[in-house]
């Protein structure tokens, strides 16, 4: 009767009837009084979310205290009625550290697991190795049950402490519970999720792991078990470290194990294309794992052609990459239409709310997506894309202190991830607190190399090439560069600034992400007067965003996916970056002026005024009164250098003519008028109205030729008047001023005593500054 009742049982427990399955198990339990149908009966109760009827029954038999199993399920049962407290109570403090297996205990039972697959083998004494290997075996078969629980219960303790914010000890539970038992997942899903462990300690924890332990039912198949379950669990770890050990591991289960359409092994390439700022990539591959349709012929860039109701019933983890590669491309309607489709059908959700926020950040409404973002960490609050873009609304509207307060919470829920440093080192930047952005940039170096934080010098950071090609974050050295530029050490920003730009190509990076770092590289180039080198810079950041504007990986770029414009003009993270074509334009025209190559700098720099004009207000307005003025003295420098060739004509004339004296005194004179003037135009302060300053380009250019004659008939007067001392005078400081070469507005102003550097290089290095920090 007993084995009919337990059939029946099972099979109401298959078809989802649990009041069947109640019903029958407590008459079975009725039969037998066994602990193993009672703790069976606590199970169905523990499924059916009746948490107090399975405490209840666990208690009425005192099975908490005679068995693991009993006590792992109350444990559980107060977890999920939020008693942590009372799960602690019945858990322990302390994990069962001699339970962990080393490597040499797994090789010497893959040695009896290799003899027992033989034939007995006759020892010396009489005796043969199968009851010796049997009697082990089914010691290990009694142990594995109650091993696997302890394991377990390690898990629910490190839950407990996350809940209670002891994040060290939750890591610690953590990896104690894989250590005992490596096949329990959730506790490693917890370490990877959260970003507990830094890269490197990632890595050094997955080669710690025994994986030799794995055991089956067909010993032959028990290595190659292992082997796969060390390359699932690889895909886990952080994108940012050790990119070859990754690639390699997803290359193997896709071609080899056929899990190239699993949603898992998709999902893990489409973070190591996200890393990599190749975002139109990502997003086909997070749409793919939103579509039903798996075929290779439905994969689809957006997610416009997906039917509202694909977007449902998916693993949580795939919808923050989803929502960051569409807010990256612009796809605004289809942040929108996934938006709405999460609030009808999964309004209890965290990340229905974390994508209300995206969408209401992509269209600049900013106060609205920091209270949707708030309203995920609240339902998660080990969200880390909900904190961080919380955090990300304060810096979008300049409120550094908030800011902060917001980046630190993330950087001690989430310890091993070094994107909360990144951000605290960029908003110190912004507070041009120098010290506090390199430590915090040093530590997200460390974290996202793989590399010992001590490993980071102060000053300059010296990263290490082996460091490189373990991978990192090139971002982390870019403004570490910057921080270097603005402190003057330009030589070492500049081997930081090339170091990222060769992490990105080996990486395989998106080039049109990193435009910002090469346009740094150039700006200190031409800081140090390395301006040829600098010109070739600028030219490739040109050519680079030109290439790159059909693809809308960035809208500064001039991308078109989705609403790009709307994506760009909403200054994301504090940083306006739709100015920076052409402040790359204005930087041009600067190196071309210290080239003595006016004519090419004064078209660089109308076309500078040109798309800085057009960009409506904010920085890049500002960018174009910057790029006008520039224009106005460029245009100024050009006239002058065309009416250079008028006194050589003259003075040619007179020689093989009349020779007459007056003549030679007013090209004398006006030679030394025009190197008063350019004097004059360098050391007057720029305007901060460029529209004026666009007229007045006009008006040089229309008015050149008459304001030119007039000089020549008041030069002429006066050298009737001034009598022969002046007319020696003349002479000499005329000649002076023919052999003078032609300098640019910033040279002559450093040819001078005047102690402070240009106005021009200023507002350079405020350009750079303004455009370096994506």
């Known amino acids: 009767m007993e084995k009919f009742l337990r059939?029946?049982?099972?099979?109401?427990?298959?078809?989802?009837?649990?009041?069947?399955a109640v019903y029958i198990g407590d008459k079975v339990l009725a039969l037998t009084n066994s602990d193993s149908d009672a703790f069976w009966l606590a199970q169905v109760h523990f499924s059916n979310n009746n948490f107090t009827r399975a405490l209840a029954l666990l208690s009425r038999k005192d099975l908490v205290s005679r068995s693991t199993a009993c006590r792992y399920l109350a444990a559980h049962c107060y977890i999920k009625q939020n008693q942590f407290e009372q799960a602690l109570s019945i858990l322990g403090d302390h994990n069962p550290t001699h339970l962990i297996r080393s490597n040499n205990s797994s090789n010497s039972r893959r040695k009896l697991q290799h003899l027992n697959s033989q034939s007995h083998?006759?020892?010396?004494?009489?005796?043969?190795?199968?009851?010796?290997?049997?009697?082990s075996e089914e010691r290990e078969r009694e142990d594995a049950s109650n091993i696997r629980f302890e394991a377990a219960m390690c898990y629910l303790r490190g839950l407990c402490f996350a809940k209670q914010n002891a994040f060290d000890r939750a890591r610690d539970?953590?990896?104690?519970?894989?250590?005992?038992?490596?096949?329990?997942f959730e506790a490693f899903d917890q370490l990877m999720k959260n970003s507990l462990m830094s890269p490197a300690e990632e890595l050094e924890f997955l080669e710690s792991l025994d994986f030799d332990s794995i055991s089956s039912p067909d010993p032959s198949v028990s290595q190659e078990a292992a082997h796969f379950t060390k390359m699932l669990y690889t895909t886990r770890l952080s994108k940012y470290s050790s990119p070859a050990i990754l690639s390699d591991a997803t290359e193997t289960l896709s071609t080899h194990y056929s899990l190239s359409e699993n949603p898992d092994i998709l999902l893990s390439r489409a973070e190591a294309l996200y890393t990599q700022c190749r975002f139109a990539e990502a997003l086909e591959l997070t749409s793919s794992i939103l579509s039903t349709s798996q075929s290779s012929t439905a994969l689809t860039t957006t997610t416009a052609s997906i039917p509202a109701q694909n977007h449902l019933g998916h693993a949580p983890a795939v919808y923050p990459l989803h929502l960051a590669c569409l807010y990256e491309t612009g796809a605004t309607n289809a942040l929108f239409l996934l938006s709405h489709t999460l609030a009808d059908h999964a309004p209890e959700e965290s990340y229905t709310y974390l994508a209300i926020g995206v969408y209401y950040l992509s269209v600049s409404k900013v106060a609205e997506?920091?209270?949707?973002?708030?309203?995920?960490?609240?339902?998660?609050?080990?969200?880390?894309?909900?904190?961080?873009?919380?955090?990300?609304?304060?810096?979008?509207?300049?409120?550094?202190?908030?800011a902060i307060a917001a980046y630190s919470t993330a950087a001690r829920?989430?310890?091993?991830?070094?994107?909360?440093?990144?951000?605290?080192?960029?908003?110190?930047?912004?507070?041009?607190?120098?010290?506090?952005?390199?430590?915090y940039l040093s530590a997200a170096y460390a974290m996202s190399t793989g590399a010992t934080s001590g490993s980071v010098p102060a000053l300059p950071p010296t990263p290490s090439a082996a460091a490189s090609s373990l991978g990192g974050d090139p971002l982390v050295l870019n403004e570490l560069g910057v921080v270097l530029y603005h402190q003057n050490h330009l030589e070492p920003a500049i081997k930081l600034f090339r170091q990222a730009l060769s992490l990105v190509a080996s990486l395989n990076c998106e080039p049109g992400a990193w435009v910002a770092t090469r346009a740094n590289l150039?700006?200190?180039?031409?800081?140090?007067?390395?301006?040829?080198?600098?010109?070739?810079?600028?030219?490739?950041?040109?050519?680079?965003?030109a290439a790159g504007a059909s693809f809308g990986y960035t809208p500064f770029l001039g991308g078109s996916g989705g609403n790009a414009s709307g994506a760009a003009s909403s200054g994301v993270g504090g940083y306006e970056d739709r100015g920076l074509i052409g402040s790359l334009h204005t930087a041009r025209g600067l190196v071309l002026l210290e080239l003595s190559r006016t004519v090419e700098a004064v078209t660089a720099l109308h076309e500078a005024v040109r798309v800085l004009g057009a960009s409506g207000g904010g920085d890049a307005a500002a960018g174009a009164g910057v790029a006008g003025t520039l224009l106005s003295r460029a245009l100024e420098i050009w006239a002058l250098?065309?009416?250079?060739?008028?006194?050589t004509l003259s003075e040619e004339v007179s020689r093989a003519g009349s020779g007459s004296r007056s003549s030679n005194r007013s090209s004398r004179d006006k030679g030394k008028g025009k190197v008063a003037r350019r004097r004059a135009i360098a050391e007057e302060p720029y305007s901060e109205e460029w529209t004026d300053e666009v007229a007045q380009v006009d008006s040089h250019n229309l008015m050149g030729g008459s304001e030119t004659l007039e000089d020549k008939v008041e030069m002429e007067l006066d050298d009737e008047a001034d009598g022969l001392l002046r007319q020696a005078m003349s002479r000499v400081r005329g000649g002076r001023s023919r052999r003078r070469p032609m300098l640019s507005p910033e040279v002559e102003v450093e040819a001078s005593d005047t102690p402070e550097p240009a106005a021009g290089r200023r507002r350079g290095s405020r350009t750079m500054r303004t455009n370096a920090r994506h």
Not at 121 to 135: E, H, M, P, W, Y
């Open 522 to 545: 150039g700006h200190a180039l031409r800081r140090i007067g390395r301006f040829t080198e600098a010109l070739v810079e600028f030219d490739e950041c040109l050519r680079i965003g």
């Open 7 to 20: 059939s029946w049982r099972q099979d109401a427990l298959n078809r989802g009837q649990h009041d069947a």
């Open 369 to 402: 997506a920091r209270r949707f973002f708030s309203k995920a960490s609240l339902l998660d609050p080990h969200s880390a894309p909900a904190w961080i873009g919380f955090a990300h609304t304060f810096a979008a509207e300049g409120e550094h202190d908030q």
């Open 641 to 647: 250098e065309g009416n250079e060739a008028e006194p």
């Open 413 to 439: 829920l989430f310890q091993g991830s070094h994107l909360p440093q990144l951000f605290l080192g960029m908003q110190h930047l912004a507070l041009n607190n120098m010290s506090l952005a390199h430590e």
């Open 121 to 135: 083998v006759t020892l010396r004494n009489g005796k043969t190795t199968a009851s010796r290997i049997d009697r």
């Open 173 to 184: 539970c953590y990896k104690d519970a894989v250590r005992i038992d490596v096949q329990c």
